[in-house]
């Protein structure tokens, strides 16, 4: 299968690695990154280790069986501009928040699919990748129920060697990982701590209850997510990704502007009561980024 990763920073190169090994895969990305892929590889490290020889570029073009977009929530519209130069069948978001998939379909005519992805990465310098846990990569519908398309490209990302859930209820599950980085992302970013803080604590007390408030969020908006649901999922992540740093806050570490609009952001969007966590961790995460003139 050609594929085409739109978004190669950490999370898009370690999965466009990874299928290279059976795929024809090409990274869409950014100098040096792209120049140092094309000229040595990209190199894997931490969990896997392996190097692959995909494909890189700067810019999309030729045909494609599949795209798969992880670039940032908010360079959404741009990615779906970019891809509209690019004929593909199917298009896999594996991004942060909620809408993503909406606005790649309204501006593309391939089927889109809804994606997670519990792998954990980072960028270590142009060429270099580390895996800092391995996870799975669940698609399926974007509105749910069974997708010929999300199967096919279940198929071929197993292939890979990629744990690979195709799904019948996507929307529930878009919803439960909008809840635990609800709850880790802001949390970790504002108190420079690794996820594993957020297993007992202070710490742990307000992520929960940011979880909490998602999920009775979730639930006004037709969605069943238990509170029980929610927060047993966030042990579980705090558990396995306790040595990783979550993205925002590599985001904030780097003086990057973050995905909170599409995360604490979309929960007070989408709120018919208050929820008064997530209002906080979007104000706190917003101010810095105001103060750096990154919005």
């Known amino acids: 299968m050609r594929v085409v990763v739109f978004g190669a920073g950490s999370l898009g190169s370690l999965i466009g690695g990874l299928l290279a090994d059976e795929h024809d895969v090409t990274l869409i990305g950014r100098e040096p990154h792209v120049r140092a892929v094309r000229d040595h590889g990209l190199e894997i490290t931490g969990e896997i280790e392996t190097t692959s020889y995909p494909g890189a570029a700067t810019a999309v073009s030729g045909p494609a069986e599949l795209a798969i977009v992880t670039v940032k929530s908010y360079d959404t519209p741009e990615a779906a501009r970019a891809l509209q130069a690019l004929d593909t069948d199917v298009v896999l978001s594996l991004q942060n928040g909620l809408g993503n998939e909406e606005a790649l379909d309204e501006a593309l005519a391939a089927t889109v699919l809804a994606g997670t992805c519990t792998y954990g990465a980072r960028l270590i310098e142009p060429g270099v990748v580390r895996c800092t846990g391995a996870g799975e990569v669940t698609l399926g519908a974007r509105?749910?129920?069974?997708?010929?398309?999300?199967?096919?490209?279940?198929?071929?990302?197993?292939?890979?060697g990629i744990d690979a859930t195709v799904a019948t209820d996507m929307p529930r599950r878009l919803w439960e990982k909008l809840a635990i980085n609800a709850g880790i992302n802001a949390v970790t970013a504002l108190a420079?701590?690794?996820?594993?803080?957020?297993?007992?604590?202070?710490?742990?007390d307000v992520a929960t209850r940011a979880v909490r408030e998602t999920a009775h969020v979730a639930r006004a908006n037709g969605i069943d997510l238990p509170d029980e649901r929610?927060?047993?999922?966030?042990d579980t992540v705090v558990e396995t990704t306790a040595a990783n740093r979550s993205s925002m806050y590599q985001d904030l570490e780097a003086g990057r502007r973050t995905e909170i609009d599409a995360i604490n952001g979309a929960v007070l969007e989408r709120a018919n009561d208050p929820v008064p966590v997530n209002e906080t961790l979007a104000a706190l995460v917003r101010?810095?980024?105001?103060e750096r003139k990154l919005r």
């Not at 997708?147 to 197993?158: F, H, I, L, M, Q």
């Not at 101010?287 to 105001?290: D, F, K, L, Q």
């Open 192 to 204: 420079r701590v690794e996820n594993g803080a957020l297993g007992d604590g202070p710490a742990n």
């Open 143 to 160: 509105s749910g129920g069974r997708s010929e398309a999300a199967e096919r490209v279940g198929n071929a990302v197993r292939r890979a």
């Open 230 to 234: 929610a927060t047993a999922a966030l």
């Open 287 to 290: 101010a810095w980024e105001r």
